[in-house]
Every structure is written in structure tokens, then in C-alpha cells.
């Protein structure tokens, strides 16, 4: 075990597995807990999961581009996500704009199938523009100027646009996501309680200025209270899940997903995994969330350069802290934000960028030192291959 730990593409491959399995697995069961629900509003048992394919599919190409992409191209990509990511936020205020259960977080281009959720790509913007920032400023951030601009005013914006779009879930995320990059390019630990003072502030101001949100807390504090409203789904995600038991009930057995659950497929997914595959396939997920965080942490540790270090680091934060708050939920141990597994839940957007993501992790796993040695060292065989084959062909 010590000896394939050891070996110079140990990281990419602790990245690789995983991810692979959580995809095969979140396919799977995107496609038992939506047939009900997909065969019942659209007459296609198979809608959902056909068009997760597609996605899957789309986010398989981007991860395989970029792999293979250099740093400097990583942090061009970088810029490019803030920009669109603040256009297409923008987009969600105009005619454009598709709202679902009280969020407008949707931009719509015609048919449902092009529609784009751009606060995903908010999340990665932070980690990928916010690395090459302080790539470069590294020198200079024991000055808390340079340490907070403009890293943070950028994704205040981005999280301010979609708390605007009535998004409070998916802003908390975010939020966490910007503190763990200070956390990690070294901000004090007084800096970084002041600010997480200031934002517990506005959640709360958020919170109590809004009935649906009150709602969410009182029902989290109160399980009897509206059982068919605010404390539906967290009641029929424990059922799912006590259902299951140890095995589990088989696989397209879930009783929940027949109306019960009705985000079964989507931030619920956890909940029929249990319920399906009982808690050996729950722990499997987990230990799963486990090996990949360990990997990104790793490849963040080993890592000499700082870009690929910090983009690393912020990567696997938005991966862990985000299946975190997903896994809590299902559990009922925080109230309900709404936030999807990551490469598990139904969601094109979701996917899409998740894989995105995970393709600029392997990136960053395919520079560390050991890493570049062993490439260096295979294409140097191949040249000496080469002109042995040469030498031996001209004689």
C-alpha cells in the first residue's frame, strides 16, 4: 500500500477512481429515483437520466481537455469563468431568467435543455481566478489590502448576485468556499472571525426578513411542525433512509421516490441510496467523499507551485464543504439549504462543472514533482526507442 502511495501518479489516480465511481453510482441512481417522477411529467421514464447523459458526456470532454492543460492556461481560464460568470448572473434579472421553488438562479436560452445555472461556475471562478491572484501576490499578503482586494470585493459580488436571486443555500457555499481560500494563502485567524461575524449578520438579517426561510429553521427545530410543508422532505428523507437498513432494499426499490420524496433525485439523491443500498452503500459514498478529499489535500501538499497548490486546495474545499452541507441535510442536522451531491445529483449545470473542476484538479495532480519526473523520464524512453528503431533501420 505504502509502495502505490509512493508512486508519482499515486494522486491522479486517487482522484480518478473515486470520481469515477461517484459518476457511475450518481447515474445510477439519478435514473432509479427519477423514473417515477420522470414518467409522470413528461411520459419518459427515462427523461431525467438521458439528459444527465448528455451533460456527463459534455463534462467528460471538458475534464479530459483540461487535464492535460498547463497553469498558464488554467489561470486564463480563471478570468474567463469570473466574466462569464458575472454576465450570465446578470442574465438571470432579465426575461431570461428562469426561476423554479422561489429561486431565479436559472438563465434560460429557449428550451429547458439549454438552461445554465451560473452560480456553479460562480463557485469555480473563486477558487481558479482567486488561486492566480494570490499566485501573484503572494509576497504582498501580509498586507490585509492586498490579502482582501480584490479577491474578496469580486466574490462578494458574485455571492451578492446570487443572494439577489433569492439563493441563500447556494451563497452560504460560496461564502465558506471564499473563507477556506483565505484560510488557506494564510489570513489570521482575527481577520477571518471578523468577517465570518459580519456575514453570520446578514444570514441572520437575511433569514428573519424572510417567512419561507423562518419557516425552515422553526421546522428544523420542530419536526411536527407542517409535516406536509417545510418538514416534508426531511421526514421522508429519514424514512428513506431507516427503510434501508443494513443492505438496503434493492436497487429501484425505493418507496420514497413515488411522490415522498419529490428532489429525490436531486439533493435528496443520498436519501434512496440509503433507502436502496442501505448504509454499506451510504458509507460507500462516504469513504468514497473521503479518498477524493484526501487526494485533492495531497496533491494541494505536494505541489511546488503555488497556482497549482491554492487551486488544489480550493478544488477539494468546494467538493467537501459542499457534500458536507448535502450529506447534514439528508441526515436532518442542519436545515434545509438545497444544495446538490456533487458528481451525484441530478443537475446539468451541477455536473457539468463539477467535472470541469475535477479535470483542473488532475491538471494540478499532473504537476507535481514527482509527476513531471516521471513524464520527463517516459517521453525520454520514447526518444531513445525511437532512435534505436531509427540506427536499426538505416544499418
Known sequence: MVELLAHPQASFYLVLVPAVLLLALGMMMVLSASSVYGFVQFGDAYYFVKRQVVFLAAGGIAAAILARRSPQHLKILGWALVIAAVGLQ??????????????????????????????????????VWGADIFARKHKLLADPRHLLIPFV???????????????????????????AVLWYVGASWKLLASIVGGVIAVIGLLVVTSTYRMNRILGFFNQDLDPLGV?????????ALASGGWWGLGLGASRQKWGGLVESHTDYVLAVIG?????????????????????????????????????????????????????????????VLGVPLPLVSYGGSSLLVNLMGLGVLLACARQEPAYRAFLRRRSNRKKDRALVTTAAGRG
Open 275 to 335: 433507502e436502496e443500498l442501505g448504509l454499506v452503500g451510504t458509507l460507500l459514498v462516504l469513504v468514497l467523499f473521503l479518498i477524493l478529499g484526501y487526494a485533492g489535500f495531497r496533491i494541494a501538499m505536494r505541489s511546488d507551485i503555488r497556482f497549482c497548490r491554492y487551486t488544489a486546495a480550493g478544488i477539494t474545499s468546494w467538493f467537501m464543504i459542499q457534500a458536507l452541507v448535502n450529506i447534514a441535510v439528508v441526515l436532518r442536522m442542519v436545515p
Open 90 to 127: 446578470l442574465l438571470t434579472f432579465t426575461p431570461l431568467g428562469f426561476t423554479k421553488n422561489g429561486n431565479t438562479n436559472w438563465v434560460q436560452f429557449g428550451t429547458s435543455f439549454f438552461r445554465i445555472q451560473p452560480s456553479e461556475l460562480a463557485k469555480m471562478a473563486i477558487v
Open 153 to 179: 470585493p469580486v466574490s462578494g459580488i458574485l455571492i451578492g448576485l446570487v443572494v439577489l436571486q433569492a439563493d441563500l443555500g447556494t451563497g452560504m457555499i460560496m461564502g465558506a468556499l471564499v473563507l
Open 231 to 239: 418538514n416534508h422532505q426531511p421526514i421522508r428523507a429519514i424514512f
